[in-house]
């Protein structure tokens, strides 16, 4: 299996991962201290933040 292949696997398992805890959490209610209306933006923010360092690891870490 490529180097290619391998990454975008783990690319869709990490992501995969990443929303089904969001909505377990959401779904069984975990985070009650966090008010309703900040669940929305701190959802933005962690994805904005898993995509800048997904845009920073293709463009920095890839083999010259």
Do not use: C, E, H, Q
């Not at 089904?20 to 966090?34: E, K, N, Q, T």
């Not at 360092?53 to 010259?64: G, H, N, Q």
């Amino acid at each position: 299996m490529s180097r290619d292949a391998k990454n975008s696997i783990l690319l869709w398992i990490g992501t995969l991962a990443f929303f089904g805890v969001f909505w377990a959490a959401i779904y069984f209610d975990i985070p009650r201290p966090i008010p309703d209306g900040w669940l929305g933006p701190l959802f933005l923010i962690l994805v904005g933040v898993n995509v800048v360092r997904f845009a920073w690891d293709f463009f920095y870490k890839r083999p010259r």
